[in-house]
């Protein structure tokens, strides 16, 4: 393996540790406040804890992207979308993981742990990944505003084929 690869997994390993630990812990942070600060969540609520954790998320997995795209510039675009999805899923993981152990230890503002967003998070980073790569690797910003209108019409497509 020459250097230059070697130093590419070393920059995506680590910027995957990093955003994820960033995330799970911003992740575990956003439910303590909820949680204790507002108490039980209405829908308004609830849909503002979703907004502010789909918000960090967004802005976590896609700095890390940029990150990584700068400094391993010959990188695989198939690398960036791994990374992309193994910060979201792993990040939220290890903010449920967290969840869990106050749990355990039957502490009583810890809400109980939902592994099921990770799931939703892990198609999420890949959302997320996408639109980053074609907004990091295609030169023509035109060409880039097409193909990133036409991507987020057929998720929301495929979102609400599904859905129903």
């Known amino acids: 393996m020459e250097a230059n690869q070697l130093l590419n997994k070393q920059v995506l390993l680590k910027t995957i540790l990093i955003s994820s630990v960033l ?3 911003l992740l575990f942070a956003l ?3 909820f949680h204790n600060w507002i108490g039980e969540l209405n829908r308004f ?3 503002m804890k979703v907004g502010l954790s789909l918000l960090i998320f967004w802005l976590i997995v896609t700095a890390s992207l940029r990150s990584i795209n700068r400094l391993a510039e010959d990188i695989p675009a198939f690398s960036l979308l791994i990374g992309g999805v193994a910060i979201a899923v792993l990040g939220t993981l290890l903010g449920q993981l967290i969840l869990q152990i106050l749990t355990w230890f039957e502490e009583p503002w810890a809400p109980e742990p939902n592994y099921r967003t990770f799931m939703f998070y892990g198609v999420g980073g890949l959302v997320a990944s996408v639109i980053s790569l074609i907004n990091l690797r295609v030169k023509d910003k035109t060409v880039g505003n097409v193909l990133e209108l036409i991507f987020i019409v057929v998720v929301a497509l495929l979102f ?3 859905a129903r």
């Open 23 to 25: 995330l799970g812990s």
């Open 31 to 33: 439910d303590g406040i």
């Open 45 to 47: 609520g609830r849909g």
């Open 160 to 162: 609400f084929y599904f």
